[in-house]
Every structure is written in structure tokens, then in C-alpha cells.
């Protein structure tokens, strides 16, 4: 069985706040799709498939554009387009039970021994799951219009969703196939096929550059990584 991986990179950042897309935006002295795309490659994975924005002329510009296992695809205007997309470049290749690990540009902090334990946590499982953390802050349910707190969640319950997501390749194919562009996540395309994926609890490093300020908390992070494994920032 194979694993492939697809990275959806064709965001403009709209959030971040700068013309330049966050995944262009340097971290650490080195691009934040840089620094994703060496932790993914060092999975050795059967390939890399990143979906860029059409307009993109950046990550053809980009040295790693060229590795030989990362390959290139259009991706869309929402997330969901940009993993449909590239998924479907795999068709001729990938096997039914093939594992496909979906994972987001802005996410250059994921822990490889976390991926590692997802992987193997799911190896015998017939559909997949995703690496997730348990909400630890206090959830309001509040009116979108007035700002008034309706309820308060029971958080017991209630896990955030990271990244990687790994699913089987016929199952996130059909999954993806019945859903529309409003789908945020792989798990949500596949709950809603009626299957029921896995949680496996990730690390909190692993947190998703949204806004300039989150810059900063991820430089942190990088490194204290290096520090924990005698290294420097520049070399992770």
C-alpha cells in the first residue's frame, strides 16, 4: 500500500493581511510552504502533489518545484476544490486502499512523530481519521448578528481538527465527489458519506498560520523544536 500526500496551496491569505500569500511569507529565515513540504518529504512519501493557485508564478520560481517527488497541479478557489483537484490527478496511479494524507500548507510546525503515529494508528483502519487536539477553552454558542452568548458548549466532547487527515483513496475520492466547495475539511466530506473517521490527539506545536501575529508563535515553536533536538531554527 502507498501513501501519497496532497497539499492545498492555492490560498491568497486573505486573513494574513499582505499582498504576498502566507505561504510565501518567510519563517524562520526559510518560505512557510518550504518548511512543509521538507517535513512531508521526509515521510518518503510515493509523491507530493501541492494545488497552487493558477495565477501563482512564485512556486514555479521555487528550486523545490522541481523536486522529484512533488508534483504540481490548479487547484481552486476553496480548499475543498484545490484537495478534489488534486486527488483526481491520481487516479491512473493511486490503489483503492491506497492512503492519501492531506495536510495544510500553513501548518510548518506538525511534529513528524506525530504523523508517524497517525499512520500507524490507522494502518488496519478501513476509512481513516486525522490528527486533532481536545478544546481546553470554554465554547460559546453565540448570535452571529448581536454577539449575545446563546449557550455554553459542553466541551467534553468537542476536539479541534488539525492536519495531516489521512483517508483512504477511494474513500476520500467519493467522499469528495458528493459534497460542494463549502466542505472546510477532508473528515467533513467523509462524515457526511455516513462514515465515521478516527481521532488520533496530535501536539499543540502544530498550529495553523492564519494572521501575521500567529508569525511569531510559529517561529517560537520552530525553535524550541531545533533546541529539543540540538539544532538551530535554519536547520529543521
Known amino acids: 500500500m502507498k501513501t501519497w500526500v496532497v497539499v492545498p496551496a492555492a490560498g491568497t491569505g486573505s486573513r494574513f493581511g499582505v499582498g504576498t500569500p502566507k505561504q510565501y511569507h518567510r519563517l524562520a529565515g526559510e518560505p512557510i510552504i518550504v518548511r512543509t513540504l521538507h517535513r512531508l518529504l521526509s515521510l518518503e512519501p510515493e509523491a507530493v502533489v501541492v494545488a497552487v493557485h493558477k495565477a501563482d508564478q512564485r512556486w514555479q520560481q521555487m528550486p523545490l518545484s522541481r523536486h522529484p517527488k512533488i508534483r504540481t497541479v490548479h487547484g481552486g478557489h476553496e480548499r475543498a476544490d484545490s484537495v478534489r483537484a488534486a486527488v ?14 492531506v495536510h495544510d500548507v500553513a501548518r510548518p ?3 513528524i512523530s506525530d504523523i508517524r503515529r497517525l499512520i500507524a494508528t490507522l494502518a488496519g483502519h478501513p476509512v481513516g481519521g486525522i490528527l486533532a487536539t481536545p478544546v481546553s477553552d470554554t465554547i460559546k454558542r453565540v448570535e452571529p448578528d448581536s454577539c449575545q452568548i446563546r449557550n455554553t458548549e459542553d466541551r467534553t466532547r468537542l476536539w479541534s481538527a488539525q492536519t495531516p487527515q489521512l483517508f483512504r483513496y477511494a474513500v476520500l475520492r467519493k ?8 466542505v472546510t475539511d477532508e473528515a467533513g466530506a467523509v462524515e457526511k458519506a455516513g462514515l465515521t473517521p478516527l481521532v488520533v490527539e496530535g501536539s499543540r506545536d502544530n498550529i495553523k498560520i492564519t494572521r501575521r501575529e500567529d508569525i511569531a508563535i510559529a517561529t517560537a515553536i520552530i525553535e524550541f523544536q531545533a533546541t529539543q533536538q540540538g539544532q538551530t ?3 529543521i
Open 175 to 182: 467522499a469528495l465527489a458528493s459534497v460542494d466547495s463549502s
Open 88 to 101: 483526481a490527478s491520481l487516479a491512473a496511479e493511486a490503489g483503492e486502499d491506497d492512503w492519501v494524507l
Open 233 to 235: 531554527a535554519s536547520d
Open 109 to 111: 510546525c506538525v511534529l
